[in-house]
């Protein structure tokens, strides 16, 4: 209800009026109530009271059981006044108050009498009132009623009844199918407010009718829907019927797309916009499904109201982080509105033409941002910035002006969110961009100086200490670290303390200066300083306090042995006792993803909140678990671990997904299982992998599961050996094989007695890209120069015909599993050649640099020319050969 409203004008812009209502107690509003029972009733202040009780309800006061039943007892009798204003009143203080089922009764008359009366305000409300407070049998007995009233020629009333049974549908379902005839006749209304209740009413009708929606959206696209509103709703639906069709393998022309692209030329805005969203977001939309609905919103974009300028641009900026070749056309007018009134607007306008804006254009947006920032708040510096991160990445040759810009934007003022997000974009540079390395940390070190958040501090402390070690001047990085000792809280002091032991410890020629700064830190006040301090000395020093061992200083040094999730459960389930905490009884196992997080797609973690390499679950992390199981101990050292490949549904009742792990000679499947079934214990788990369509490849050893309990992921190994260095590939079929055994739910103990089964799943293939790591190059060109012209290979190869040149491309991409360079992986709609380069790592650590250039003829046939540059000629000639069998 009423809220304190901020009134301002020139003469008192600070000056607050109140609500009236503001402070009002319970106790005295319900004392006021009992002007209901006066035998004149006023309606002016009774309509004041009921307002009174509104407010304390929707503000959350509670009423006790006597005291709603007292006020809800009063209410009725003033059905007795004719006031209209009154009227409404009370039928809104009964449906806040939700009276029991033996009270409905006491009011059910007045309101049944009031939906035939000849007022339609009565009728219409009356209608919402009986349909929020009765229930199921009394609905029975209004049921003719309110199928007479949808279908009544008032639209007020008919759309009371439309809302009431979607209200309705929820509690009794039954009752309001048996409405579909009525309901089917308000969709034909003259009353664009019918139309758009009876079609979101029917629809709800018919939503587990997969082909029921089907038909009425296909029948209603013809023409028959009038109201915008209710048009609005049937783009909507006509999308869920798309994706449905899509999801249950319908394959061909895509259905009701030309209603959605006629939808386009309607003359509401408000639908024409519904069309161009809906198209956008349409699964694997092609570019020339795309143009049509992004020329509309370039339109738009020109409207002189800014509710249209902002949903044209925020639906840009979505299509932008998908196609953003096809917004390109856009630019120009996206560059007008950066100077927008409308900060909301400006932003997002921004944020696009980072996206979409090509390597030669970036100083110019550069400059133009600088303006702006200094107009907008920190949550929408954080949007601008996070863009600036992704455009770096795009254009890793352009990182000096957006690194020198971040560390600009990082000196100025600002909140905790958005330092942390300009610090984190720096890190992620640092991290992909190697020539940004030193420059990064030293702005990092900068920032630190005058840094008033001391998680920051820390945060960067500690990945100077991962990185700073390994640049090509350490000891430049020393000073300001070490001034945090002096000036910072106890908190950081810490931190730069662990730091300056790390660069002692990897940087043997600064070894001698920080052992005399850390003899320093030994008077520092705080106790956890001097600790550190004094304990750091005792290993760089080796002065025989503690054992200056290989294995202390990696411990005290290097990343952890064990996956971070296990360490905390442990230590969560470790009790005190004379016995210490044995980090070596922590389990090595990286744990799948829960089950339930499969459907969630999570962030990719970037900045200080990612690990320094790589996280405990993927490649160091399996390395570790790996090299601990002594069957694998001697296969050598780990060339690759693939992304996690499902092998079963997401609902059904084991989850398997496997990850290829290729050593030199050696592939270890590793199958990462959960049991979904509460009822059950599973033991003797094991994978049965058939590889007769796997001819290089011969089964050395397995490792099943002893048991697998509920939703406790774990894994089972299987191991093939293949010829050294040789990227073989293959087909496997893999059979889940365990025991099981029933679980008695209120003990949580399993039956002695099991019975031996099995479960069908997915098969697995190793293919040629599994033989190729993913990494970048800076510099293509110089990278390209660097390598022997002798080494090199050149082919030309036919593709057949492509829907587009980007299909190809795509399709090479994947096929050699290698990094796409200077954004080259994006190709204009309307390209009919196109260059792209790749970079990688093939089995052997043999650097591999490509080529390949696309031409597409007017029939759709494409070829390709393929250079291929390598350390090794051999490997050159190995991706050529992948290339003609693929």
């Given at each position: 209800m009423a809220q304190p409203l901020v009134k301002k004008d020139d003469d008192h812009d600070d000056e607050l009026e109140y609500s009236p209502?503001?402070?009002?107690?319970?106790?005295?509003?319900?004392?006021?109530?009992?002007?209901?029972?006066?035998?004149?009733?006023?309606?002016?202040?009774?309509?004041?009271?009921?307002?009174?009780?509104?407010?304390?309800?929707?503000?959350?006061?509670?009423?006790?059981?006597?005291?709603?039943?007292?006020?809800?007892?009063?209410?009725?009798?003033?059905?007795?006044?004719?006031?209209?204003?009154?009227?409404?009143m009370v039928y809104l203080i009964i449906k806040e108050l939700s009276p029991s089922s033996d009270e409905v009764i006491i009011v059910t008359s007045s309101l049944m009498k009031d939906m035939n009366s000849k007022i339609d305000m009565y009728r219409a409300n009356?209608?919402?009132?009986?349909?929020?407070?009765?229930?199921?049998?009394?609905?029975?007995?209004?049921?003719?009623?309110?199928?007479?009233?949808?279908?009544?020629?008032?639209?007020?009333?008919?759309?009371?009844?439309?809302?009431?049974?979607?209200?309705?549908?929820?509690?009794?379902?039954?009752?309001?199918?048996?409405?579909?005839?009525?309901?089917?006749?308000?969709?034909?209304?003259?009353?664009?407010?019918?139309?758009?209740?009876?079609?979101?009413?029917?629809?709800?009708?018919?939503?587990?009718d997969r082909l029921a929606v089907s038909k009425l959206v296909g029948s209603l696209t013809r023409g028959s829907v009038r109201s915008p509103l209710a048009q609005c709703l049937l783009i909507r639906y006509t999308s869920q019927v798309i994706r449905d069709m899509a999801n249950h393998g319908q394959s061909g022309e895509r259905p009701f797309y030309e209603f959605l692209e006629s939808c386009l030329r309607h003359k509401a805005e408000m639908v024409i916009l519904e069309a161009a969203?809906?198209?956008?977001?349409?699964?694997?939309?092609?570019?020339?499904?795309?143009?049509?609905?992004?020329?509309?919103?370039?339109?738009?974009?020109?409207?002189?109201?800014?509710?249209?300028?902002?949903?044209?641009?925020?639906?840009?900026?979505?299509?932008?982080?998908?196609?953003?070749?096809?917004?390109?056309n856009c630019n120009i007018d996206m560059e007008s509105l950066i100077s927008d009134q409308n900060r909301s607007i400006a932003t997002l306008a921004i944020?696009?033409?980072?996206?979409?804006?090509?390597?030669?254009?970036?100083?110019?947006?550069?400059?133009?941002?600088?303006?702006?920032?200094?107009?907008?708040?920190?949550?929408?510096?954080?949007?601008?910035?996070?863009?600036?991160?992704?455009?770096?990445?795009?254009?890793?040759?352009?990182?000096?002006?957006?690194m020198t810009f971040l560390s600009n934007i990082l000196r100025e003022e600002g909140g905790f969110e958005y330092k942390r997000a300009i610090v984190d974009s720096i890190v992620t540079i640092i991290r992909d961009i190697p020539d940004a390395k030193e420059s990064g940390l030293l702005h990092l070190c900068e920032f630190i100086e005058d840094c008033e958040f001391t998680y920051l501090s820390t945060q960067i402390l500690h990945f100077l200490g991962i990185e700073g070690p390994n640049t090509s001047d350490p000891s430049k990085y020393i000073r300001y670290i070490y001034n945090r000792v002096h000036l910072e809280n106890a908190t950081v002091r810490a931190a730069a303390v662990s730091t300056l032991a790390k660069f002692g410890f990897m940087?043997?020629?600064?070894?001698?200066?920080?052992?005399?700064?850390?003899?320093?830190?030994?008077?520092?006040?705080?106790?956890?300083?001097?600790?550190?301090?004094?304990l750091f000395l005792s290993v760089l020093g080796g002065d025989g306090t503690v054992d200056n061992d290989r294995e202390t200083k990696d411990f005290l040094f290097g990343s952890l042995e064990v996956p971070l999730v296990n360490l905390e459960t442990?230590?969560?389930?470790?009790?005190?006792?004379?016995?210490?905490?044995?980090?070596?009884?922590?389990?090595?196992?990286?744990?799948?993803?829960?089950?339930?997080?499969?459907k969630a797609q999570g962030k990719k973690p970037t900045g200080l909140g990612a690990p320094p390499a790589a996280p405990a679950?993927?490649?160091?992390?399996?390395?570790?678990?790996?090299?601990?199981?002594?069957?694998?101990?001697?296969?050598?050292?780990l060339f690759k671990s693939s992304a996690p490949v499902e092998l079963t549904e997401a609902e059904t009742e084991y989850a398997v997904n496997v990850v290829k792990h290729i050593f030199d000679s050696h592939v270890v499947f590793q199958y990462n299982c959960t049991n979904t079934i509460p009822e059950q214990l599973l033991e003797r788990v094991n994978v049965i992998v058939d590889a007769s369509e796997a001819e290089d490849f011969n089964e050395v050893t397995s490792k099943a599961l002893n048991s697998l309990p509920y939703d406790t992921p774990a894994?089972?190994?299987?191991?093939?050996?293949?010829?050294?260095?040789?990227?073989?590939?293959?087909?496997?079929?893999?059979?889940?094989?365990?025991?099981?055994?029933?679980?008695?739910?209120?003990?949580?103990?399993?039956?002695?007695?099991?019975?031996?089964?099995?479960?069908?799943?997915?098969?697995?293939?190793?293919?040629?890209?599994?033989?190729?790591?993913?990494?970048?190059?800076?510099?293509?060109?110089?990278?390209?120069?660097?390598?022997?012209?002798?080494?090199?290979?050149?082919?030309?190869?036919?593709?057949?015909?492509?829907?587009?040149l980007g299909e190809a491309v795509n399709a090479v991409i994947d096929l050699l599993g290698m990094q796409t360079c200077e954004g080259t992986e994006t190709i204009p709609s309307n390209a009919r050649s196109h260059t792209c380069l790749l970079s990688g790592v093939y089995i052997g650590n043999v650097k591999v640099l490509v080529r390949a250039q696309f031409g597409m003829d007017s029939s759709k046939d494409i070829a390709m020319k393929l250079t291929v540059r390598a350390e090794d000629v051999s490997v050159a000639e190995a991706i050529h050969e992948i290339v003609a069998s693929g």
């Amino acid at each position: 209800m009423a809220q304190p409203l901020v009134k301002k004008d020139d003469d008192h812009d600070d000056e607050l009026e109140y609500s009236p209502f503001m402070g009002i107690e319970k106790g005295a509003v319900l004392q006021e109530a009992r002007v209901f029972n006066d035998a004149q009733v006023d309606p002016r202040r009774c309509s004041q009271v009921i307002t009174k009780l509104l407010y304390l309800l929707n503000q959350g006061e509670s009423f006790t059981k006597v005291e709603a039943t007292e006020v809800f007892f009063s209410v009725t009798k003033l059905f007795q006044s004719k006031d209209t204003g009154l009227r409404r009143m009370v039928y809104l203080i009964i449906k806040e108050l939700s009276p029991s089922s033996d009270e409905v009764i006491i009011v059910t008359s007045s309101l049944m009498k009031d939906m035939n009366s000849k007022i339609d305000m009565y009728r219409a409300n009356a209608i919402r009132v009986l349909c929020r407070i009765i229930d199921g049998t009394l609905l029975t007995q209004i049921e003719r009623y309110l199928k007479q009233a949808i279908v009544d020629k008032n639209p007020v009333v008919s759309s009371a009844a439309l809302v009431s049974g979607l209200h309705l549908l929820k509690t009794n379902p039954e009752i309001v199918k048996r409405w579909s005839n009525e309901v089917q006749e308000g969709i034909q209304s003259r009353s664009a407010l019918v139309q758009f209740h009876a079609l979101a009413l029917l629809h709800q009708i018919r939503q587990n009718d997969r082909l029921a929606v089907s038909k009425l959206v296909g029948s209603l696209t013809r023409g028959s829907v009038r109201s915008p509103l209710a048009q609005c709703l049937l783009i909507r639906y006509t999308s869920q019927v798309i994706r449905d069709m899509a999801n249950h393998g319908q394959s061909g022309e895509r259905p009701f797309y030309e209603f959605l692209e006629s939808c386009l030329r309607h003359k509401a805005e408000m639908v024409i916009l519904e069309a161009a969203r809906a198209i956008t977001e349409l699964d694997g939309v092609t570019s020339r499904e795309l143009t049509p609905a992004i020329t509309v919103l370039q339109l738009f974009l020109s409207s002189p109201r800014p509710v249209l300028r902002f949903a044209a641009v925020r639906t840009l900026n979505k299509v932008a982080m998908t196609h953003p070749m096809a917004v390109t056309n856009c630019n120009i007018d996206m560059e007008s509105l950066i100077s927008d009134q409308n900060r909301s607007i400006a932003t997002l306008a921004i944020t696009t033409l980072l996206k979409t804006g090509n390597e030669s254009s970036v100083e110019r947006l550069m400059k133009q941002i600088t303006n702006f920032m200094s107009d907008i708040a920190d949550e929408f510096k954080i949007v601008v910035v996070e863009a600036i991160r992704s455009l770096c990445v795009k254009f890793p040759l352009k990182y000096r002006s957006l690194m020198t810009f971040l560390s600009n934007i990082l000196r100025e003022e600002g909140g905790f969110e958005y330092k942390r997000a300009i610090v984190d974009s720096i890190v992620t540079i640092i991290r992909d961009i190697p020539d940004a390395k030193e420059s990064g940390l030293l702005h990092l070190c900068e920032f630190i100086e005058d840094c008033e958040f001391t998680y920051l501090s820390t945060q960067i402390l500690h990945f100077l200490g991962i990185e700073g070690p390994n640049t090509s001047d350490p000891s430049k990085y020393i000073r300001y670290i070490y001034n945090r000792v002096h000036l910072e809280n106890a908190t950081v002091r810490a931190a730069a303390v662990s730091t300056l032991a790390k660069f002692g410890f990897m940087v043997e020629s600064l070894k001698p200066r920080i052992t005399v700064l850390l003899k320093r830190c030994i008077y520092d006040s705080d106790d956890e300083v001097r600790d550190r301090a004094t304990l750091f000395l005792s290993v760089l020093g080796g002065d025989g306090t503690v054992d200056n061992d290989r294995e202390t200083k990696d411990f005290l040094f290097g990343s952890l042995e064990v996956p971070l999730v296990n360490l905390e459960t442990s230590l969560k389930n470790y009790e005190p006792s004379e016995e210490a905490f044995d980090v070596n009884s922590v389990s090595k196992e990286v744990k799948s993803q829960p089950l339930a997080e499969k459907k969630a797609q999570g962030k990719k973690p970037t900045g200080l909140g990612a690990p320094p390499a790589a996280p405990a679950s993927g490649f160091d992390g399996y390395e570790r678990l790996l090299s601990s199981i002594p069957e694998f101990a001697a296969f050598g050292k780990l060339f690759k671990s693939s992304a996690p490949v499902e092998l079963t549904e997401a609902e059904t009742e084991y989850a398997v997904n496997v990850v290829k792990h290729i050593f030199d000679s050696h592939v270890v499947f590793q199958y990462n299982c959960t049991n979904t079934i509460p009822e059950q214990l599973l033991e003797r788990v094991n994978v049965i992998v058939d590889a007769s369509e796997a001819e290089d490849f011969n089964e050395v050893t397995s490792k099943a599961l002893n048991s697998l309990p509920y939703d406790t992921p774990a894994q089972a190994f299987v191991v093939f050996e293949k010829p050294a260095g040789v990227p073989a590939v293959g087909k496997f079929s893999n059979t889940l094989t365990f025991v099981v055994k029933e679980v008695d739910p209120s003990t949580g103990e399993a039956e002695d007695d099991g019975v031996e089964d099995e479960y069908q799943l997915e098969d697995l293939e190793v293919v040629a890209g599994d033989y190729m790591v993913k990494v970048g190059v800076s510099n293509f060109r110089n990278a390209w120069e660097g390598m022997d012209e002798e080494d090199e290979r050149v082919d030309e190869y036919g593709l057949g015909q492509r829907d587009s040149l980007g299909e190809a491309v795509n399709a090479v991409i994947d096929l050699l599993g290698m990094q796409t360079c200077e954004g080259t992986e994006t190709i204009p709609s309307n390209a009919r050649s196109h260059t792209c380069l790749l970079s990688g790592v093939y089995i052997g650590n043999v650097k591999v640099l490509v080529r390949a250039q696309f031409g597409m003829d007017s029939s759709k046939d494409i070829a390709m020319k393929l250079t291929v540059r390598a350390e090794d000629v051999s490997v050159a000639e190995a991706i050529h050969e992948i290339v003609a069998s693929g």
